[in-house]
């Protein structure tokens, strides 16, 4: 007889276990009600702002600004060159702005100061300011170009390189201004309809002729821009975080025209693709024109802020502003991404009117390295979408590698997602580089999310007859079966590693199968589940037409991804022994919650869905640990640092 204390802690281990299967199930059907209540509450990436003039109609502020008029500087400098025409009948201000314009050009064209460049400036600023508010837009539109080519003399003006002071107040400001007046000459052109690439128009400033011509970014023939927004316009409303960079010039969203003479990648590209790009005016002066007054020849170019978010002017390295995430969000609220953004349900419980394939966010780049990016059970490409707009606003990431998105029915059994992943990938490399020439695309990043981590190891493994073996003994020769039917099981059990394929990551992967893989979820996914009934009984009609050819139908018989996961099923075995191809590299990422006493101390160590025993890898190079739950793990910034250090690694590497 054991000792009543002995029996008494019996009792409540057993209790403890009860309830931490019940703890199992709880989770599951709480997980299937907040995705279901998620999904129905999504929000838009994006908001458009109320007044998306604010930026421009913000009042400027200069230095020691007193009031509506210039700094003192400005006035100090006007007074030191004898350039202020006073007029006492506007009490605001003591001068003539028109006729001190005037004044200040004459002098620039004969003695050019940097002091006098501001002061012109500033000045200009402030009357098209004026007359913007007051809805001459037109008008204003001479005085931002005004503005425009009087501060870029004052910022590359090669002789006042050595007077040139970055830590000047006066620098930071006029940077502002050119920024601002390009934002505003922009809209005024956009408003006529003619922010369009090629066109050209004139100005007369005075005695100074301004000649423009908008020229859009050289992209190839994949990426024409079509179409323009104001990266102003709108605010983040989803992203975790907002990128951006400063320097000159006005960030703006460019959006492909959908018309590409390379039909082979457009398969590949979801309607609507966006680009971040940057605007920025180079003034230069015409030749051959009067060197007294030149005229001033501007070309309005957009640059793509992905691949270089600097550029040269007269020999200097000039930091672009720049804005990755709001060119990210406008994408992700395209209609044409609003089925991915849903697929998460509908691709589980109704998976054959699911969309599925890959589809890339910029135009495909052979010189640069694919990061190929595979969602989870109950999950969609937007999973992925924190980690990557973080991971871009890393310029070494952003221009070496490019970041595609694989979506999949996750209701069916993660070996059968596996062999259409391959299928994708094997058209994928044929489409892109038929003569295999593109060294970048054969260097392939996988990273997968739960069972997508599977279905990415699953591309570097050799089958042999292995996986075959699961199910018969005996020689595949001997099945009876339609050619079709034959072709379509051979190509799941008997594959060959994926030889483009260079690294794998591997994130919250459950290696060992999920206990909440179970008899109660086999039910749940069955009975909410509509499965392709032709599946079902193809696999049933194979068993009766080979009788003793299967000494263990589980692989064919299995309907759904829950209950392929199941821990006691001999594909994890296969997985983890299999032989894999030895040019790859495995790195492994997975969370261990510690944020929940009670959790922690009822259940065995996991990440609220996956243990941590499953989601440990044997195979792999380097592998972390996260106080992180299985769905934020991709969002938290441990992961996407240690991602980003696998892919620095390889740079470092070349």
């Known amino acids: 007889m054991l000792p009543s204390c002995v029996m008494t802690l019996l009792m409540i281990r057993s209790a403890l276990g009860l309830l931490r299967e019940w703890l199992s199930h709880a989770l599951v059907i709480g997980s299937i009600l907040t995705a279901c209540s998620m999904g129905c509450a999504d929000r838009d990436y994006l908001v458009a702002k109320s007044d998306v003039l604010a930026p421009i109609k913000r009042q400027f502020r200069p230095e020691t600004w007193v009031g509506p008029t210039l700094s003192h500087r400005s006035l100090k400098t006007l007074q030191r060159f004898n350039l202020v025409d006073h007029d006492d009948s506007n009490w605001v201000r003591n001068y003539s702005r028109s006729e001190t314009l005037e004044r200040l050009q004459v002098s620039i064209q004969h003695d050019p100061t940097p002091e006098k460049l501001y002061a012109l400036t500033e000045l200009a600023f402030l009357d098209s300011q004026t007359l913007l508010e007051e809805g001459k837009h037109h008008a204003a539109l001479e005085g931002f170009c005004l503005t425009l080519v009087y501060a870029y003399d004052y910022l590359f003006t090669p002789q006042f390189d050595y007077l040139r002071n970055p830590y000047d107040p006066q620098f930071q400001e006029i940077c502002k201004m050119y920024n601002q007046s390009l934002e505003q000459v922009m809209r005024v052109i956009a408003s006529d309809d003619q922010l369009k690439s090629g066109t050209t128009f004139g100005i007369q400033l005075g005695e100074q002729q301004v000649n423009v011509e908008v020229r859009f970014p050289n992209l190839g023939p994949e990426a024409e821009i079509a179409d323009l927004r104001f990266v102003s316009d709108f605010r983040i409303q989803k992203l975790l975080r907002h990128h951006q960079t400063f320097g000159l010039g006005v960030p703006m969203i460019g959006i492909r025209n959908g018309k590409s003479t390379i039909p082979a990648t457009e398969q590949y590209y979801p309607p609507g693709m966006s680009l971040p790009l940057t605007a920025f005016l180079k003034v230069t002066n015409k030749e051959n024109s009067n060197i007294n007054n030149p005229i001033k020849q501007c070309v309005l170019e957009f ?232 599946t079902d009984a193809i696999a049933r009609q194979l068993v009766k037409d080979n009788p003793g050819l299967f000494h263990n139908t589980r692989l064919l018989a299995t309907k759904t991804s829950l209950e392929s996961l199941k821990p006691e099923g001999r594909i994890f075995d296969f997985l983890q022994s299999a032989r894999r191809n030895p040019d790859v590299n495995y790195h492994n990422i997975y969370g261990d919650t510690q944020s929940s006493t009670l959790i922690k101390n009822l259940a065995s160590a996991s990440d609220g869905v996956i243990t941590t025993a499953s989601a440990k890898s044997v195979h792999a190079q380097t592998q972390m640990v996260l106080d992180a739950d299985h769905l934020a793990i991709t969002d938290v910034t441990p992961t996407i640092l240690e991602v980003r250090r696998i892919l620095q690694a390889d740079l470092r590497q070349k």
């Open 303 to 534: 640059h793509n802020t992905v691949d270089h978010s600097a550029i040269v002017v007269n020999r200097s390295k000039i930091p672009l502003q720049t804005d990755t995430s709001i060119p990210l969000a406008f994408l992700l609220d395209q209609p044409s991404l609003s089925r991915p953004r849903d697929a998460a349900t509908t691709s589980l419980l109704n998976p054959t009117e699911a969309g599925s394939g890959l589809f890339m966010m910029e135009p495909y780049n052979p010189q640069k390295t694919p990061v190929i990016m595979v969602h989870g059970f109950w999950s969609s490409p937007m999973i992925w979408m924190n980690m990557v707009n973080d991971l871009r606003s890393f310029p070494e990431i952003r221009q070496n590698y490019q970041f595609w998105f694989y979506q999949y029915p996750t209701s069916q059994p993660f070996w059968i997602s596996a062999t259409k992943f391959r299928t994708t990938l094997q058209n994928l490399y044929r489409n892109l580089d038929p003569g295999q020439q593109h060294v970048k695309l054969h260097q392939t990043v996988l990273v997968g999310h739960s069972m997508g981590g599977l279905l990415s190891l699953m591309q570097t493994i050799d089958s042999q007859n292995q996986m075959w073996n699961l199910i018969s003994n005996k020689p595949f020769g001997q099945l009876k079966a339609p050619q079709h039917i034959r072709q379509s099981l051979a190509s799941t059990v008997f594959f060959q590693p994926i030889p483009s394929v260079k690294k794998v990551v591997t994130i919250a992967t459950p290696f060992q199968g999920s206990k909440m893989a179970n008899d109660y979820t086999k039910w749940i996914g069955e009975t909410l589940f509509q499965l392709p009934e032709p």
